[in-house]
């Protein structure tokens, strides 16, 4: 059975920190191939701090950039096993949150990322917020 490839882009914020990952990919405990990416370009400005833009905003910053490169990090197959919860796993969280947190970290860490407590619902209500904001002052 092939491994369920994972990508943190919906659990970044700003291109500052990679946030909780939500429960999907992690249930089954099975699995996963993650990957990491790292983003950089001439004006310092990220393809990540797009998250509170609408698409042509962000196409446009995107685009202002000048240079911007994309590197994608494959990161090596990864299945929990009596090793993994022996050293991660205090047994008093649910263990798809286990493997989840550590994915997140390993992830964070190749992508020279910070990691964070916040949810997704978190980052769609700052981005709500951000919006409502942007739009009194237009």
Known sequence: ??????????????G??????????FSTLKAVKPYSAKTWSLTGISANSGGTLDFFKLTT?????GFFT??????PVFEPNEY???HHWDGKEDKWK??????????????GL?????????KL???KLVRAKTAKQN
Not at 1 to 14: D, Q
Not at 70 to 75: A, D, K, W
Not at 98 to 111: D, E, F, G, H, P
């Open 70 to 75: 994309y590197q994608l990090q494959e990161m």
């Open 114 to 122: 910070k990691t964070s407590d916040s949810w997704v619902t978190d």
């Open 1 to 14: 059975m092939r491994p369920l490839s994972i990508f943190p882009e919906g659990c970044s914020t700003s």
């Open 125 to 127: 209500a700052y981005k």
């Open 98 to 111: 286990t493997y989840a947190r550590v994915m997140q970290k390993l992830i964070a860490k190749q992508s």
């Open 61 to 65: 910053v995107t685009g202002m950039t």
């Open 16 to 25: 500052e920190f990679v946030i909780q990952f939500k429960k999907g990919a």
């Open 84 to 86: 993994f919860w022996k």
